[in-house]
């Protein structure tokens, strides 16, 4: 039983006690909070904000708690219903909203639900206004309005289909190109909403889809984090029905996985890598990753000239605020994470879908002639539990300094960048522990550079 309150919104399991979990009057402070942020930053503003959830079981019930509260605190609501993260984000700008609310737990398991909370741009809230938001929801000296000025509804409309049609309208997307193709390609979506519009969305571009776990119904069929020992299933069909590839979307439909004709992995890394690739053909222009994702965007990105790769921290507020920064054309992150700015600043799948299959659609090759053109790294992800007494803060720094004649980043935990690989450590923001990333050339010396630096932490908290 768990509630994790953080900049990003409020997390956690359904039922149990006030405060400890995501009971209903949590999620009633929660919303009452975001309501008077948004409009203290409008004063005297009529404001509207769009609500979108996925298909998790609990959906229902936080969405009418959800609905219910910004009515009460004056705001008007178009509720788009079952609609993706990044199609609710869409929905904020298209209709002009002051701001947004998604209703997901993302790729978390089904007790799981949450708030991601947005600004008028269709964007998460940045580290200063999460922080109002949290203090605002512990203050509950706050008078709602009176029956005269609570919200309505204005509008009750599934946006999913209007999104659809503005990802295939982009410059770079070739409907009729990747039509011709023909791809056969099968989905799994884990029975949330990506079962919906992703189908929807490959029959736009004329593709034979095989759907499984296709039904939104929040019975989640794996662990939803689109990971390959998740991934068993499709790797199988795809095979089985020799398929062009395999698409894996996570719950909200911010992930994107593919998997190869052989029923491999394609490895979500290089997703935004393969999509960034394509970018930067038509393109020229920067791009952005999180520290923790794979050196293959930076390699694919020097390719091109007078493109360059900048790193951010993790968390996808970061990597868009850095790829306004550095204008960057494409960015994300490696958990599968596209970021098109010529749509909006949000992690979309969709997007990466249409973008990819129009790539793959002019190369005439197969998906892993495809990925053996991408430079190989192979990534190992570990960590070590947190007691109290241990100090992260010294381990970091003294790893630091240890490294100071190397490539060091330390805008987010400690990132060392050696000649033929890399680690990142990094302390959870949401658990005891700090994370060991560790990427190479091959999956033995990542996992060799990982061992190496863990028994140097060991050895720091012994001494
Ligand atoms: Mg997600």
Not at 292 to 302: I, K, M, P
Not at 303 to 318: H, K, L
Not at 332 to 353: F, K
Not at 367 to 376: G, I, N, Q, V
């Amino acid at each position: 039983m768990t509630l994790i309150k953080s900049i990003s919104g409020i997390r956690g399991t359904i039922g149990g006690a006030l405060g400890e979990n995501l009971t209903p009057i949590d999620v009633v402070k929660f919303t009452t909070a975001y309501a008077r942020l948004i409009k203290d930053k409008n004063p005297n503003k009529r404001i509207t904000v769009v609500v979108g959830r996925d298909a998790r079981i609990s959906g229902s019930m936080v969405d009418s708690l959800v609905e219910g509260t910004l009515l009460g605190t004056g705001v008007d609501v178009i509720n788009v219903g079952m609609c993706t993260t990044p199609g609710t984000e869409m929905a904020v700008i298209t209709h002009k909203a002051d701001g947004g609310i998604i209703i997901t737990a993302s790729h978390n398991p089904r007790q799981w639900n949450a708030l991601k909370l947005l600004n008028e741009r269709g964007e998460f809230l940045d580290d200063a206004e999460g922080k109002q938001v949290l203090a605002m929801a512990e203050d509950v000296e706050w008078d709602y309005p009176t029956i005269d000025n609570i919200g309505k509804v204005v509008l009750r409309e599934d946006f999913n289909a209007t999104h659809i049609a503005q990802v295939l309208a982009l410059k770079l997307v070739d409907v009729e190109a990747v039509r011709k193709r023909k791809f056969k390609v099968v989905v799994d979506a884990v029975n949330s909403i990506g079962g919906v519009v992703i189908p929807a969305l490959l029959k736009e571009l004329g593709c034979e889809v095989i759907a499984i776990n296709c039904e939104p119904t929040g019975e989640f069929a794996h662990n939803p984090e689109p990971l390959p020992e998740n991934l068993t299933e499709i790797s199988e069909v795809v095979r089985r029905e020799g398929a062009d590839l395999g698409i894996v979307v996570d719950p909200d439909v911010d992930r994107l996985a593919f998997v190869m004709e052989n029923g491999e992995m394609f490895v979500e890394e290089y997703t935004l890598v393969a999509v960034a690739d394509y970018v930067l053909r038509h393109t020229k222009g920067n791009t952005v990753s999180n520290l923790s994702s794979s050196r293959a965007l930076s390699d694919v990105t020097a390719r091109y000239e007078g493109c360059s790769y900048a790193a951010a921290a993790v968390g996808e507020v970061n990597v868009v605020k850095k790829m306004k920064d550095t204008g960057a054309v494409i960015g994300g992150e490696g958990n599968g994470g596209v970021i098109y700015p010529e749509l909006h600043y949000g992690r979309d799948a969709l997007v990466g879908v249409a973008l990819f299959l129009t790539y793959f659609a002019g190369l005439g090759m197969t998906m892993s002639e495809l990925r053996k053109t991408f430079p190989a790294y192979y990534a190992s992800k570990n960590k070590i539990q947190l007691t109290p007494e241990i100090d992260v803060d010294k381990i970091l720094a003294t790893i630091k300094s240890r490294y100071s004649n190397e490539r060091v980043n330390d805008i987010d935990g400690v990132k060392i960048d050696f000649a033929e690989n890399w680690v990142h450590l990094r302390k959870s923001n949401t658990e005891p522990i700090i994370r060991i990333y560790t990427e190479a050339k091959t999956m033995a010396e990542a996992d060799t550079l990982a061992k190496r630096f863990i028994s140097e932490i060991e050895q720091i908290c012994k001494a």
